[in-house]
């Protein structure tokens, strides 16, 4: 039991910082096609 | 009252001797005490989600004003902590070692939260130096003592296993830098009022929170009896001799070439990794999204960019605990040449990725090298372990991060150097990083050089039984 609780404590604050992590990497994954100056231009 | 002499200051329960381990006792209960700590300190990697609220608070202007020379001066306490964490677990190596590690962490836990506090105050006083010694300075001893001691505790509990062990506890402070940030903004969004940030409620709150975590740590851990072993268990040598039986005290490790030679390795694959993970939100926007004009583009520019240092973050973590503990299975010497070559090789192929416009293969190759940057941060300990045996294994790993410290300092500096260079030298900005990228390569080869000539310890150096 005491173990269990032990891991549970940890685990909870690290899985929603990964969450959070997940979330914010989401936008990397939705990107549209860019509308900027094309690659390479000065 | 008790007579001179007499530890005043510190209890009983505080004693290394009042930690050793009852013979029932299970060991995976150590891991978690040492996640606890190490992923409140962790924070420190987060700091930088503070830089424009306390710029504003402690200057006295509005948070939406231009602020990039308060910034800079917020930013020293960043720095700072990373250098007195790298000067702290040097120097109190091995004091942490005769201490134990439940009074390293809770002197771990006064001097971090206890900087978190001050830096409260310094922002109340509008006082930078306050905040500098506040968060840099204390708080800075408080990341280096609680970095390396629940680290030599693993490695005493789990000799079968040491990568794995110590890759858990270095995933937690890879861990503490995706929580900190994200806590931190959740807090000062609760706390915003008007013109108020809510940093400094923001600040006490997390020293609160971090309190917590970081005292549950230190009623956790408990150090093995000496002469425990795992059931089943016996020390053997292996790999050619790579993991010695004998034991080589602090003061002898570092006269042997072994000690320096791993400083190099882990500088060497510290600044490969640094580098790019300071620069990866620009890296990504500047070499595949262009330049734009248009704020709306600019912020989507913006949240992608960010987006891919989240995501760098996220294997940056895993990475330390997976490949320590493939660690254990192919011997340190060899998952170190992995690193290396391995890293190289996709760090050549990154610059081919942007000329293909190859996004995916880009965020791929990137995710690797990173990983392959935790996997060297949660190796190392491990791999002193199989050199310098278990006996100060700690006050040796302490000596031995003030390669990160160096690192953090030239990664940064090779990397912003070489790319505005080239800048001004009128290659445009997508190919301006790929200079850079070729320098990690060579940074790399240095590390896998030194790797490569590390041989068992002589026996001149070992303790004596």
């Not at chain 2, 830098?177 to 013109?195: C, R, W, Y």
């Amino acid at each position: 039991m005491k173990l269990i609780l032990a891991w549970l404590l940890v685990f909870i604050p690290l899985g929603w910082g990964l969450t959070k992590s997940v979330q914010k990497s989401l936008p990397l994954f939705r990107s549209a096609p860019s509308v900027s100056t094309p690659i390479g231009a000065k | 009252m008790p007579p001179l002499g007499y530890p005043l200051a510190v209890p009983h329960f505080l004693d290394r001797a009042a930690t050793v381990a009852p013979s029932d006792f299970n060991r995976w209960l150590v891991p978690p005490a040492a996640i606890a700590a190490h992923m409140c300190i962790g924070q420190v990697y987060g700091f930088s989600v503070f830089n424009k609220p306390l710029a504003a608070e402690i200057f006295g202007k509005p948070v939406t004003a231009n602020l990039a020379t308060e910034i800079s001066h917020v930013q020293w306490a960043y720095s700072l902590a990373l250098i007195m964490l790298g000067l702290s677990a040097a120097v109190f190596g091995k004091w942490v070692e005769r201490s134990g590690p439940r009074k390293t962490i809770v002197a771990s836990w006064l001097c971090f939260c206890g900087g978190l506090l001050l830096t409260a105050l310094g922002v109340q006083l509008h006082s930078l130096p306050l905040v500098l010694f506040g968060y840099g300075f204390v708080g800075g001893i408080g990341l280096g003592l609680g970095y390396i001691a629940p680290v030599s505790t693993l490695v005493k509990w789990f000799p079968d296993r040491p990568g794995m062990a110590t890759g858990m506890a270095i995933m937690g402070f890879g861990g503490g830098a995706l929580i900190g940030s994200p806590l931190a903004q959740t807090l000062m969004d609760f706390f915003k009022v008007g013109e108020d940030t809510g940093a400094i409620k923001t600040l006490v709150a997390m020293a609160g929170l971090y309190s917590f975590f970081m005292l549950l740590g230190a009623v956790l851990i408990r150090v093995p009896a000496d002469g425990w072993h795992p059931q089943g268990w016996t020390p053997k040598p292996k790999s050619g001799g790579m993991i010695s039986v004998h034991h080589v005290s602090v003061d002898n490790a570092w006269k042997t070439p072994q000690f320096w030679l791993l400083w190099i390795v882990l500088c060497m694959n510290v600044s490969a990794g640094i580098g790019v993970l300071g620069r990866a939100s620009d890296m990504f926007q500047d070499m595949f999204l262009g330049t734009s004009t248009d704020p709306a583009q600019i912020k989507m520019n913006a949240a992608i960019g960010a987006g891919f240092a989240g995501l760098l973050s996220i294997f940056n973590m895993g990475g330390r605990f997976i490949w320590s503990s493939i660690s254990d299975k192919t011997g340190r010497k060899a998952v170190y040449c992995i690193y290396f070559i391995l890293g190289a090789a996709l760090y050549a192929l990154l610059p081919w990725a942007q000329e293909t416009q190859s996004k995916v293969m880009f965020v791929a190759l990137a995710a690797v090298i990173i990983s392959m940057y935790g996997g060297g941060f949660a190796t190392i300990p491990a791999y002193l372990k199989d050199m310098f045996g278990t006996y100060q294994v700690g006050a040796i790993h302490g000596r031995l991060i003030t390669a990160w410290s160096m690192a953090a300092v030239i990664g940064p500096l090779l990397i912003n150097k070489l790319y505005a260079n080239r800048v001004a030298a009128g290659i445009p900005k997508a190919e301006a990083y790929n200079g850079t990228l070729y320098l990690m390569c060579a940074l790399l080869g240095i590390g896998l050089i030194a790797n490569l000539l590390v041989r068992p310890v002589a026996a001149k150096y070992h303790v004596k039984a």
